[in-house]
Each structure stands twice: as structure tokens, then as C-alpha cells.
């Protein structure tokens, strides 16, 4: 049965760095493209980076373009979200979402399956 579980939250000053990690279980994880979306209290959920299976091709929201750097490593079956530069407005739960069947996407309704989140605070 297909998975994925996120690790690496935590509270954090402004201007940290925080490492991600999601962890993939199932069929083959170096087929799917996956990808971060956040979730701050009273927010919608947001696009946040997402990355082809090959992880040749990545993509960012605006909001952490130049700051986030998404990447995997398909032998050990994980997916990352290096984030430096933290910001207080980063603020939020972070999930990892997996697509088994397309390509790298934008929008949360073109992934199958999500993680549990994992909380990410900064500090101002």
C-alpha cells in the first residue's frame, strides 16, 4: 500500500534553515512525481515545490522561490525540503503528497496520496 510520512518539523528562529523529509513506501517511488504543500491556521492549503520523478525538473511558489530547494533520492525512497531563510509567514504544517500517474503539478487535487504533516514554526 502506497505511503508517504513526513519528518523534520520544528520551532525555529527567523532566518533558520529546517530540512524535510518525506519517506515513501509502495510501488515503485521513482515513478511518482511528488510535491510540498503547507497549511497555516485559517489558510487554504498551499502549493509550496514540486519535482518530476527524475527530479530534473522542480518548481516553487513565489513565496519561497530562491529560499526552498526541493530534491530526492529515488534508492532511498525520500523526497527533501531544504529550507533556509525562514520566515515567520512560513509558518505552517507541511505535507508531502504523491503523484503515481502524472507529471509534477501545482495543485493539491492532482496528487493521490499525503502524509500526515509535519509542523513548521517561526519565530519572529
Known amino acids: 500500500q502506497e505511503r508517504v510520512v513526513e519528518s523534520g518539523g520544528g520551532l525555529v528562529q527567523a532566518g533558520a534553515s529546517l530540512r524535510l523529509s518525506c519517506a515513501a513506501s509502495g510501488r515503485s517511488f521513482s515513478s511518482w512525481s511528488m510535491g510540498w504543500f503547507r497549511q497555516a491556521p485559517g489558510k487554504e492549503r498551499e502549493f509550496v515545490a514540486t519535482?518530476?520523478?527524475?527530479?530534473?525538473?522542480?518548481y516553487y511558489a513565489d513565496s519561497v522561490k530562491g529560499r526552498f530547494t526541493i530534491s530526492r533520492d529515488n534508492a532511498k525512497n525520500t523526497m527533501y525540503l531544504q529550507m533556509n531563510s525562514l520566515k515567520p509567514e512560513d509558518t505552517a504544517t507541511y505535507y508531502c503528497?504523491?503523484?503515481?500517474?502524472?507529471?509534477?503539478?501545482?495543485?493539491?487535487?492532482?496528487?493521490?496520496?499525503w502524509g500526515q504533516g509535519t509542523q513548521v514554526t517561526v519565530s519572529s
Open positions: 519535482i518530476s520523478w527524475s527530479g530534473e525538473n522542480t
Open positions: 503528497a504523491a503523484n503515481p500517474d502524472g507529471p509534477p503539478l501545482g495543485y493539491a487535487e492532482g496528487y493521490d496520496y
